[in-house]
């Protein structure tokens, strides 16, 4: 039957409405969301540059003095990663000091909230679930390492390169033609950012296949693959640039115990090992009060048998988790969608396949508890129609203790010091926790409490040449040189190539007058740390004190060929340079 004209209008301006109810309620959601994003994190703007901000971004040379094109092919050391996005937005923040950092990190987080909020609503077509999904994922506490932390921005910028290709390549589907071949274009543009942004959003690959199976089901595998390969292409290209630049896909070197202990022992304890950390992140995701900045050795300690209790439990867990899943498929498929968003990006860092460079770390948690606050903003959402009221109440509470416990833990980021007690009374067995804390005290001139932190490292670790090394130098300021050389002489055992050690004993004899000792010291050193700049300003004011202007000139010389510095060096060794040129005058 013909609908009347005006019937007929009405019935456009009633769908009209309904459409721009909709936008409104979803750009709304948006706007909470961000908001809501920023404000547990206002206390982590003033935090001071801590831990692998240190070393990675304030200390870095090739953030502050290289042009910007050459980190396009810059590696940083020790792990051979290649992430020159992450190290350009880096750049774009020096000579800010913490704050412009800590900033451009809160509106990532920001802008990857949103990402979630709109992955959330092409997956659910529910502004309720993606709106309660994004509001906890932008307040969950796992994420004060990858957002309070500067060094975190490689997690932020590759899950915004990922959640923007999954959006952009929903959109090529639903629109198809011309319009979607340009929407499948910025797709792989940005998944080629998130890639050169950090290594692990290949895992994208699987995320996007999961989205083309929820998306359009009824597709051939021919059309699936099809669909897909162009991303096969920018992963290989990233795989090829990445062996061009560095000459391997994983790491050049296997981690130390020290780091991860997995890379040292079978795959079959490597397995088990890894199954209880997996167990261990769905415990930080349901209840994440006790947070670390370190969990290395020993804090995770190896299970090196099958019926060790730690693995049996996880196993058993994580099976019957896993069990429940396949059997709610047909009834709640949103559930396991939202499982495989939370399972695939830790394919790459769960050290399954293989050995990364940490056995646990919170940030690897940013991009994968997407999928767990899908999940939580489903089940959040059904529950919010059925029960109002009650579930109001509880989501509201949930919302209020993630976003205060947020703020709390961003205290913790406020500075070294603040970050390595922490850290130290929530990861009570990791050496590094203890080592780290050792040098704060060290630094606040709290000797003996250094001391004690040191010889604790030590003993968790009895490798640490790093530890034996911090003992030796609290001996030697406080002036008992025998002490000072036999621990420096403890970390050169430990570690035959440690420059550092090499440099203390040859002052150690330089001050008592023994000067070939300390030239001994200084060329055993060189030896193995040819270009170390301290080393080689030391041996020229050494053989200056002992007569020889020629030969100090020549290690003088040496200098020139080293073009980068460490900030700390800078200063001692262009300073010493000066005194020895003007000597040599």
């Known amino acids: 039957m013909r609908i009347p004209r005006p019937h007929r209008d009405a019935l456009r301006g009633q769908r009209a409405s309904v459409a721009l109810q909709g936008d409104v309620a979803r750009h709304a959601a948006v706007a909470l969301v961000a908001v809501v994003a920023v404000l547990p994190y206002l206390n982590a703007l003033p935090a001071d540059f801590s831990f692998d901000d240190v070393g990675v971004v304030r200390d870095n040379p090739a953030i502050q003095i290289r042009p910007a094109i050459e980190l396009l092919r810059y590696v940083y050391q020790p792990g051979a990663l290649y992430r020159p996005i992450t190290m ?61 932390g500067i060094v975190g921005r490689a997690e932020l910028l590759a899950a915004l390169g990922v959640l923007l290709a ?42 996007l296949a999961v989205l083309s199976w929820w998306l359009d089901p009824r597709a051939r595998l021919r059309e699936r693959v099809a669909t897909l390969a162009p991303y096969a292409v920018v992963a290989a290209a990233y795989v090829a640039l990445r062996l061009a630049v560095i000459g391997t896909l994983g790491l050049p070197e296997p981690p130390t115990p020290l780091d991860n202990a997995l890379a040292s022992v079978d795959a079959a304890a490597r397995l088990r090992t890894a199954i209880v950390v997996l167990w261990d992140y769905v415990g930080l995701l349901v209840m994440p009060l006790h947070l670390s900045a370190d969990y290395s050795y020993d804090q995770v300690p190896v299970a090196l048998a099958w019926n060790d209790p730690r693995f049996l439990f996880a196993a058993a867990l994580l099976t019957t988790l896993a069990m429940a899943l396949i059997g709610l498929a047909r009834r709640t ?37 997407v999928g767990w606050c899908l999940a939580g903003g489903w089940l959040a959402a059904a529950a919010l129609r059925r029960w109002p009221v009650a579930a109001t109440l509880i989501l509201a509470l949930a919302l209020g203790a993630s976003s205060a416990r947020t703020w709390q833990r961003n205290g913790d980021w406020r500075d070294e010091s603040t970050l390595f007690d922490a850290t130290m009374a929530n990861a009570p067995n990791s050496a590094k926790a203890h080592y780290n804390g050792a040098v704060a005290l060290q630094r606040a001139e709290r000797l003996d409490e250094a001391m004690l932190q040191y010889r604790r490292a030590l003993s968790i670790y009895p490798d640490y040449a790093a530890a034996a090394f911090g003992i030796g130098h609290l001996y030697s300021l406080k002036g008992l040189d025998a002490g000072a050389l036999h ?5 050169l055992r430990l570690e035959p190539k440690f420059a550092k050690a090499h440099l203390q004993i040859a002052l150690l004899r330089h001050r008592r007058g023994e000067l070939d000792a300390a030239e001994a010291a200084l060329l055993t050193g060189l030896a193995s740390e040819p270009n170390d700049p301290l080393l080689l300003v030391n041996l020229s004011a050494l053989r200056l004190a002992q007569g020889d202007p020629w030969r100090a000139g020549m ?11 460490d900030t700390d060096e800078q200063e001692l060794v262009f300073a010493a340079r000066r005194e020895i040129e003007i000597a040599l005058r």
């Not at 949103?334 to 646990?360: D, R, S, W």
């Not at 621990?487 to 970390?491: D, G, H, I, M, P």
């Open 166 to 207: 999954l959006l952009a390549f929903a959109r090529r589907l639903e629109v198809g033609g011309a319009r979607g071949r340009r929407w499948g274009a910025l797709s792989c543009a940005a998944f080629a950012a998130a890639l050169l942004a950090k290594e692990s959003a290949l895992t994208a690959l699987g995320l």
């Open 555 to 565: 290690a003088l010389s040496r200098l020139d060929t080293i073009r980068t510095l």
């Open 333 to 369: 498929p949103a559930l396991v969608l939202a499982a495989l968003f939370a399972v695939i990006p830790l394919a790459l860092t769960a050290n399954i396949a293989f050995p990364i460079g940490t056995i646990k770390a919170e940030r690897l948690l940013y991009l994968p508890s």
């Open 88 to 148: 350009l937005t880096y750049v774009a923040n020096a000579g800010g000091g913490p704050f412009a950092y800590h900033l451009t990190n809160v509106v990532l987080h920001a802008l990857v909230c949103i990402a979630v909020y709109w992955l959330g609503w092409r997956l659910f077509r529910s502004t309720l679930a993606a709106a309660v999904s994004a509001l906890l994922f932008a307040v969950h506490p796992i994420h004060t390492e990858a957002v309070t």
């Open 487 to 491: 621990w420096y002489e403890e970390a």
